[in-house]
């Protein structure tokens, strides 16, 4: 079962929701999903009725700007059922336990508030305002996406692991002008303490 749709911008402010039954026991629940900013987030939590693992996904697709969720196991989509436990998963943010099985909370934006108070002290507010459009949803004013990041450098790092350095540093650069094109890497940022690093 597949539920998504498009959306202007992905951010932190998004909360989707989703319905589903328990493949187990049957038992109807409403999850509320914080968006992450990886291409994919797996979210398990045990079936409120029966307390067998279910397992939902939520893919993103940031150039799109579309979203998609869909059960992995043990669930199926279901239209919501009014009355159905409330089952609150983040990909970013701990869900307080005393919030967990609320409706109408929304746990991330005090946290959020927070991000916010410590990036103004560090003076490193920026005013969205003043960017281009479209500029929200790519680098480096997108929220950088940890694993395709290491999607990338995870293989970098086992060929300099084996002593491969050039290969390396050539995977490394490719990802650097991809990734951080603003910002680009220099090998000489890297391994120096000698006199070929200048
Ligand atoms: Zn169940």
């Given amino acids: 079962m597949n ?15 989703y319905a589903l039954k328990c493949d187990t026991c049957g038992q109807p629940h409403t999850v509320r999903i914080g968006m992450g900013h990886d291409e994919t987030q797996v ?3 045990p079936c409120r009725e029966c307390s067998e693992e279910i397992v939902v996904r939520m893919d993103l697709n940031h150039d799109e700007v579309s979203w998609a969720v869909k059960c992995v196991e043990n ?6 059922v009014g009355g159905a436990p409330i089952v609150n998963v983040d990909a970013i943010f701990a869900i307080p336990p005393e919030q967990q099985g609320l409706d109408t909370v929304f746990p991330r934006f005090a ?3 927070d991000m916010y108070k410590a990036a103004e002290r560090a003076g490193s507010v920026v ?10 949803n790519r680098r480096p004013y997108r929220p ?14 086992s060929l300099a692991q084996r002593g491969n350095v050039v290969l390396s ?3 490394i650069g490719e990802a650097s002008a ?3 094109p603003n910002d680009p890497w220099k090998t000489s940022r890297i391994g120096c303490g000698g006199s070929r690093c200048s």
């Fill in 3 to 17: 539920h998504g749709g498009t959306i202007p911008f992905i951010g932190f402010a998004m909360i989707v929701r």
């Fill in 43 to 45: 979210h398990r939590f």
């Fill in 75 to 80: 669930c199926t989509e279901i239209g919501e």
């Fill in 111 to 113: 946290y959020l508030h």
């Fill in 127 to 136: 005013d969205v305002a003043t960017l281009p459009a479209g500029a929200l």
């Fill in 144 to 157: 950088p996406d940890y694993a395709a990041e290491w999607k990338l450098l995870g293989r970098a790092w």
């Fill in 169 to 171: 540093e050539k995977r």
């Fill in 178 to 180: 991809k990734l951080y």
